[in-house]
């Protein structure tokens, strides 16, 4: 009646080599829901007035957000490390720290060239399933890195670095007279 016929093919990766979670996965999973919320927060406050009455609220909640990203990634860095897969990710949490807390546009443009300056060590070796999920995962978190220095904040300051002074004019502000 029925005609057994396997339809998995023979190079098939055994089970044991599939992808398993670490707990620096997990923690990396958790942060980037968290810096996605953090994101979503700081732009509510983008489009928002001191005369709205929802601005105190959204305060609150982008400092709340921001509080849970350095959490989680506080978390991250206290968590063992157990596939050499998991250093890319934790560099990740270290750049997102790092970016959370820049306050120059020079740290800003010089924490988002890192991974393009050193591939090396934000990237996983190999083409392993562990390295390829580890790979998007980076590549999912990227994408958010992108948009945190897009927001206005940050945007602004990266901006700020590139004033062109015109060759006659002196290069600092000169202050009134009192």
Not at 24 to 42: K, S, V
Request: charged share 25%; hydrophobic share 45%; net charge negative.
């Amino acid at each position: 009646m029925a005609i057994h016929k396997p339809i998995t093919a023979s190079d098939f990766p055994e089970a044991n080599s599939a992808f398993t979670h670490t707990p620096i996965t997990i923690g990396f999973t958790t942060l980037m829901r968290d810096l996605a919320d953090y994101i979503e927060a700081e732009r509510d406050l983008e489009h928002c007035g001191s005369w709205d009455p929802a601005c105190d609220a959204w305060i609150r909640d982008a400092e709340r957000a921001r509080a849970h990203v350095l959490d989680a990634i506080t978390a991250l860095r206290g968590t063992p490390v157990c596939r050499r897969e998991d250093l890319p990710l934790r560099r990740y949490a270290d750049l997102a720290q790092m970016l959370i807390e820049s306050d120059s546009p020079e740290q800003v443009r010089d924490i988002l060239a890192l991974p393009d300056r050193f591939p090396q060590v934000f990237r996983c070796a190999g083409t392993g399933p562990v390295a390829r999920r580890v790979d998007l995962m980076v590549a999912g978190f990227q994408q958010h890195l992108h948009a945190l220095a897009t927001l206005e904040d940050v945007a602004d300051m990266v901006e700020a670095d590139y004033v062109v002074i015109a060759p006659g004019e002196p290069a600092t502000m000169l202050v009134p007279a009192a």
